[in-house]
């Protein structure tokens, strides 16, 4: 049984908008810490945005800042990312991952998270 479980992806034009929702086994997004996460072919996993547990503090990609917000709804198990002004450097795979206790500085770094999604497809096209 997957505990978390993405969608939303799609392909848009640049500066198109797309929220994204993952949703969770119950718990997970009121207990743990959550990130999304993007890949892009040939290149390496990275942190896109985080949220900790109680929603109180929100990170973000630099490259991201003012575009994209992080998000969750603890009575629906739910994680979003909802993305504006959309770039095809945004294109890659979009998963959102859990984790207990990631640290401030942390947070952007996969190996913080214990459990993925499966990730969803974002097409940004030019």
């Known amino acids: 049984q997957r505990q978390l479980v993405e969608s939303g992806g799609g392909s848009v034009q640049t500066g198109g908008s797309l929220k994204l929702s993952c949703v969770a086994s119950?718990?997970?997004?009121?207990?743990?810490?959550m990130g999304w996460f993007r890949q892009a072919p040939g290149k390496e996993r990275e942190g896109v945005a985080g949220?900790?547990?109680?929603?109180?503090?929100?990170y973000y990609a630099d490259s991201v800042k003012g575009r994209f917000t992080i998000s969750q709804d603890n009575a629906a198990n739910t994680l979003y990312l909802q993305m504006n002004s959309l770039k095809p450097e945004d294109t890659g795979m979009y998963y959102c991952?859990?984790?207990?206790?990631?640290?401030?500085?942390?947070?952007?770094?996969?190996?913080?998270?214990?459990?993925w999604g499966q990730g969803t497809q974002v097409t940004v096209s030019s």
């Open positions: 119950p718990y997970i997004v009121s207990r743990f810490d």
């Open positions: 949220i900790t547990s109680d929603d109180s503090v929100t």
């Open positions: 991952a859990a984790g207990s206790w990631v640290r401030p500085g942390m947070w952007h770094t996969p190996s913080s998270y214990t459990r």
